[in-house]
């Protein structure tokens, strides 16, 4: 397949359909200078998005605590998903929606008359980690922290916290790692480049608190799954020498789904029971 600026497809980008190649922006939008964007990453199962709205309804929360009004309704954001899918012929697909300050009458850091723009396309795309969802993901330890909240709107799923997600998973990639693991500004364990993470001890579970990372909304619904099996979820603040005494681990996202990791830095993990357990009722869940 040809890289994602070139290949046949239809975008849709504020509020009409344009062919894949013609899906442009100026050079001057805010958004490439500054940061200011929002986006959803959606998989969509045999014709259906899970948990579709609420993605949309987190997008237009992101774009208000970025101080960044999305003018579209969740309905029509909806609307756009399903026509995006139709045009392309998808029925598995993964979709993406971007809202962004574009080019305007501003063009330095204020930029509130500048239009907020929308575009969402989708493109087949297989599991995030390629065969991890087997033998377990290996994770580098990254050395850069998730901020503070004090710092920039983290309940925000905003490009600008993506930065150091992209250079750590470059220098994981470098040591042969999938991915990498932060920890924040605290020095409490936090999560992955772009997915959620937990831990195995003795048949109950235990996952960072979210007061400093983005609540996934596929974290809410695998914590919904182990209490619903009974089985313990401890949401704490978790600090890296504890990993040693953890005996599996997993991440969770859109993207990636729920995959095992088998090893975090010098800590080694199993893929056990309950990982596979919890893997496989999340792949018949989103079918369902």
């Not at 574009?102 to 907020?116: F, I, K, Q, T, Y």
């Not at 723009?117 to 330890?141: C, F, H, P, Q, S």
């Not at 990636?256 to 919890?278: N, S």
Request: hydrophobic fraction near 40%; aromatic fraction near 10%; glycine fraction near 8%.
């Amino acid at each position: 397949m040809s890289g994602y600026e070139d290949r046949d497809g239809k975008i849709w980008m504020d509020g009409k359909m344009v062919d894949w190649r013609d899906a442009q922006v100026h050079i001057l939008s805010h958004a490439l200078h500054y940061a200011s964007s929002v986006f959803e990453g959606e998989r969509c199962y045999e014709g259906k998005v899970f948990l579709s709205r609420k993605h949309s309804e987190r997008l237009l929360k992101s774009g208000e605590l970025m101080d960044m009004p999305i003018p579209y309704t969740v309905d029509e954001i909806e609307a756009a998903k399903r026509a995006v899918l139709d045009a392309n012929n998808l029925t598995n697909a993964y979709v993406r929606v971007l809202a962004w300050r574009g080019a305007g009458e501003d063009m330095g850091v204020s930029a509130a008359r500048n239009p907020v723009r929308m575009a969402v396309t989708a493109w087949e795309w297989g599991d995030y980690y390629g065969d991890a969802k087997m033998k377990g993901a290996k994770l580098d330890v990254a050395k850069w922290k998730r901020p503070s909240p004090e710092t920039i709107p983290t309940a925000a799923k905003a490009a600008g916290l993506y930065m150091i997600c992209t250079m750590s998973k470059h220098a994981a990639e470098a040591k042969g790692c999938s991915d990498a693991l932060f920890m924040d500004y605290r020095g409490y364990v936090a999560e992955a480049t772009g997915a959620n993470v937990f831990f195995v001890k003795d048949g109950e579970v235990h996952t960072p608190l979210p007061d400093a990372i983005l609540n996934g909304l596929t974290r809410q619904t695998v914590i919904g799954m182990l209490k619903e099996r009974g089985i313990t979820v401890h949401e704490r603040h978790i600090m890296p020498d504890e990993l040693d005494g953890f005996e599996q681990c997993w991440l969770t996202g859109s993207a990636a789904e729920v995959t095992p990791v088998g090893q975090i830095g010098d800590w080694h993990f199993e893929v056990g029971a309950l990982t596979r357990e919890i893997s496989e009722a999340y792949e018949k869940l989103v079918r369902s």
